[in-house]
T-cell receptor, first 121, second 112 residues
Framework: GAVVSQHPSWVICKSGTSVKIECRSL??????MFWYRQFPKQSLMLMAT?????????EQGVEKDKFLINHASLTLSTLTVTSAHPEDSSFYIC?????????????????FGNGTRLTVT | GEDVEQSLFLSVREGDSSVINCTYT??????LYWYKQEPGAGLQLLTY?????DMKQDQRLTVLLNKKDKHLSLRIADTQTGDSAIYFC????????????FGSGTRLQVQP
């Protein structure tokens, strides 16, 4: 089945540094990738949607200059948390939707990475 | 905007059936999904149902959809301790490259 690999699984960084999180679709081409953020005991909140080869679309309240998203290829999207602060500590999860997978090419089920736990000290 | 709601907690005994409920507000929802999340892990797709279906069964899982009431349920038969996790209901509205809207998640606790 469809597999999404997310790396790293956890990271601890100092305040003010930048952290890059990678999301790869291993056996399908991901035309669209989504980045979610999950606080403890809460649901997933969509941060941004990235389509291959175009700029990401950010949800209201998400700073695009702070959360840089690059979707340069059909199998890789990256999220860079720039100048991280303790309040950025969270669980970040990527998901990918492929071409023609699942029920239809546009509503195929999302496949999720295993998430990255970011702790900023 | 879309809104998806779930009860927060469900406790059952091992071997019993579990029923997790979800309501949504967007009448244009096309697909509805159930995901499972174990502690510290990502989301595992369990099953999904298209909005023109009433029921879908997959081994121990049965999904019921009442489109009129915008109510979705997930029934887990013969619940096992390994089923203990958080279960998220999610919906996708319309066609296109849309993200999912998730419910708050239901924590299922299975007691031996």
């Amino acid at each position: 089945g469809a597999v999404v690999s997310q790396h790293p699984s956890w990271v601890i960084c100092k305040s003010g540094t930048s952290v890059k999180i990678e999301c790869r679709s291993l056996d399908f081409q991901a035309t669209t990738m989504f980045w979610y953020r999950q606080f403890p005991k809460q649901s997933l909140m969509l941060m941004a949607t990235s389509n291959e080869g175009s700029k990401a679309t950010y949800e209201q309240g998400v700073e695009k200059d702070k959360f840089l998203i690059n979707h340069a290829s059909l199998t890789l999207s990256t999220l860079t948390v720039t100048s991280a602060h303790p309040e950025d500590s969270s669980f970040y999860i990527c998901s990918a939707r492929g071409k023609g997978t699942g029920p239809s090419s546009y509503n195929s089920p999302l496949h999720f990475g295993n998430g990255t736990r970011l702790t900023v000290t | 905007g879309e809104d998806v709601e779930q009860s927060l907690f469900l406790s059952v005994r091992e071997g019993d059936s579990s029923v997790i409920n979800c309501t949504y507000t967007d009448s244009s929802s096309t697909y509805l999904y159930w995901y499972k999340q174990e502690p510290g892990a990502g989301l595992q797709l369990l099953t999904y149902i298209f909005s023109n279906m009433d029921m879908k069964q997959d081994q121990r899982l049965t999904v019921l959809l009442n489109k009129k009431d915008k109510h979705l349920s997930l029934r887990i038969a013969d619940t096992q301790t390994g089923d203990s996790a958080i279960y998220f209901c999610a919906e996708s509205a319309g066609m296109g490259r849309r993200a999912l809207t998730f419910g708050s998640g239901t924590r299922l606790q299975v007691q031996p």
